[in-house]
Each structure stands twice: as C-alpha cells, then as structure tokens.
C-alpha cells in the first residue's frame, strides 16, 4: 500500500525589537499569537537587535535587553527544541542580504515608509540605518522563504516592500525568494494607550499609559484605575465615541479568550471602577505565567546562551543557503570549498 504524500508546512518569520520596554501592545498583537502557530507552521523567531541600533543604545542595556527579549519569546510559549530562536547579530548574512537588497531599493520606495517619516521627524539627526531599516527587515524575511510574516497594521507597509523586493529579484535573476504574505491577528491587534485611547499603545511613552509585561501586579491595577474613560456611565463598545471604553472592552475580551459582545455582557449595569479592576484582574492572572517563567529563564544565564548558540547556529544554515543562491545569480565568485 502506497504512503500517503507528505505536505510540507509553511514557513513564518518574525522578529522584535530589544529596546525599551515590552508592553501588553506587544504581547496581544503580535507575542501570544506566535506560540500556537508553532502546530501550523514551521517557525523562525528572531531578537532583531542590528534594528535597534538604528537610534543610540547604551551598549550595556542593550545586552541587557536582549538576553530579556529572547528570554521572553520562550516565556510566552515559543519551544526553542520546535522553532529556531536567535540574535539576529548572531547570523551574518542578515548584513549580507540586506547590502544586495539594498543595491535594488529605490530612494523613492524608503522615503515613503510611514514609520520613518514618523521616526525621523522626532529625531534632531537622521542617519541612514533608519532609512535603510526597511531592506534589513527584508532581508531577514526573505533569507529563510517564509510564506508569512505575522505583523500588527503599522508593519505591513514594510512587509508589502518585502513582497515587491522578492518579486523584483525572481522577475531579474529567476526564482529564488518566496513572496511572503502579512499575517494580521484578529483580536487585539492594536492595544490602544490607557491615557489617550485613539493611539496605539507605546513603549516610547509615558509609562502610566502603557502595561509593561514585567509591571507588578500592584502597578498594573494601578495605571487601569488612571485610565481615560469618558463622562457617560454605560460600558458598550463604540471605537469613534467611546475610545478609551472600548480599548477596556478589547483587551478584557483578548486576555479572557472571550468577543467583545461577551466582555459586554460582563460589566452591564456595572460602573467604570468595576470595569477597570476587572480587566486589570484579566491582565495580572493571565501575565503571571509569563512573568515566572521569565524570572527563571533569567536566573539560569548559561542556559540562556547556550540556547541562543544553539538557534543561531540552526538559523545560520538556513540563511547561508539562501545567501549563497543569491550571490550566485548576482554574479559573485563564490569560495570553492
């Protein structure tokens, strides 16, 4: 009897940044959602630490940081011995591809990046690590083919720069990168500021207005009792009059695994001091998984390195495969072994 075909999974790649401060943002638009695509799809998971130096870093808070980072991704879920976890500083060719990349970016396609115009008007001195920052993202993307790219709204501009780059490539020297597609959560996609609720919630702000993933459960009851409301009493979703109403309702709903007409359902005929407490409950109960295994993942050092070692060495095969293809139809000599 004949065996049946094996399908093949689909590749994901992903990556976050270890600067400032991992946020409830972070965790439910884009951290929760990664560890159960681990049964779907073959996953790449990386601490992009070349894209934070596009800004001045404190050298030792940046090695801080990103042994925390890459700390984290185990500790909302990811399994290192299941998906390939490492530094993006770790693997070389991230350099590499983004230089050949770069080399067929126009000057044209970067200036209209959304978030570089945002980041470079706060910024006294631009330098062109920000305005390059795009090829680099592509370039981690297309060394390991991934099909998707889970990514909250405000990446899939890069991401659609990314497709067009690949396409780009494979229409000039033949096919060689897979066209990744953007991977969007349903729920929770953008957390909004508890101090201003039509923005997204953000590490570079002030902290009462975001929940810090390492927030004690104290501080975190805390900032949701100084979260905006409004002047009515009744708790319904409506983004356009009840912003900051809403973003309660919705980050109740994503930390429960409930809809929003449920977490509607829960507080009716309740005040806005009920409200708060409770998505403040929903937040610290379902942090406090997280925030264990963070804790002890950060008191074990040596396991941490030896696990970075390990993804970096499983990540520098796949990307150096990729690299040479292209440097092959690039033209380049490549070393005889």
Same mark, same amino acid.
């Given at each position: ?91 070389? !060719? ?16 970067l200036s209209r990046m959304t978030q570089f115009k945002d980041k470079s008007a706060k910024q006294e001195q631009i330098y062109s690590g920000l305005f390059t920052y795009p ?14 790219v889970p990514v909250g709204e405000d990446q899939k501009q890069h991401v659609e720069l990314t497709r067009d780059l690949a396409m780009r490539f494979n229409s000039a020297y ?31 702000? @002030? ?53 929003? !007409? ?47 070692? @390990?993804?970096?060495?499983? !990540? ?22």
């Amino acid at each position: 009897m004949s065996q049946p075909e094996t399908v093949s999974r689909k590749r994901i790649f992903s990556g976050v940044q270890p600067t400032g401060t991992l946020t409830l943002g972070n965790y439910l638009g884009a951290m929760r959602n990664w560890a159960p695509l681990q049964e779907e799809y073959d996953c790449i998971y990386c601490v992009v630490d070349q894209h934070a130096i596009t800004v001045r870093q404190e050298p030792a808070q940046l090695r801080a940081k990103t042994l925390e980072v890459f700390a984290m991704l185990i500790a909302v879920g990811l399994r290192p011995e299941q998906s390939v976890l490492y530094v993006q500083s770790h693997v070389p !060719a991230h350099s590499q591809m983004a230089w050949a990349l770069g080399c067929m970016t126009g000057m044209g396609e970067l200036s209209r990046m959304t978030q570089f115009k945002d980041k470079s008007a706060k910024q006294e001195q631009i330098y062109s690590g920000l305005f390059t920052y795009p090829t680099l993202m592509a370039a981690d993307i297309l060394l390991y083919n991934a099909d998707g790219v889970p990514v909250g709204e405000d990446q899939k501009q890069h991401v659609e720069l990314t497709r067009d780059l690949a396409m780009r490539f494979n229409s000039a020297y033949s096919p060689t990168f897979t066209v990744p597609e953007p991977i969007t959560p349903k729920i929770g996609a953008r957390i909004k500021s508890l101090a201003e609720p039509t923005r997204k919630m953000s590490k570079s702000d @002030e902290p009462h207005t975001y929940i810090a993933l390492t927030d004690a459960p104290d501080v975190i009851r805390q900032k949701f009792r100084r979260a905006v409301t409004d002047s009515e009493t009744d708790i319904r979703f409506d983004v356009e009059n009840k912003p900051g109403v809403s973003n309660l309702l919705t980050i109740y709903a994503a930390m429960r695994g409930v809809t929003v !007409a449920e977490a509607e359902a829960d507080f009716a005929g309740q005040g806005y001091g009920t409200l708060k407490d409770g998505v403040a409950e929903a937040v610290v109960s379902g942090l406090a998984p997280v925030q264990q295994s963070l804790n002890d993942l950060l008191a074990d050092k040596d396991r941490l390195y030896a696990l970075m070692q @390990e993804g970096a060495a499983r !990540a520098n095969d796949m990307a150096m495969r990729t690299l040479s293809k292209v440097y092959r139809k690039l033209g380049f000599v490549l070393p005889q072994r």
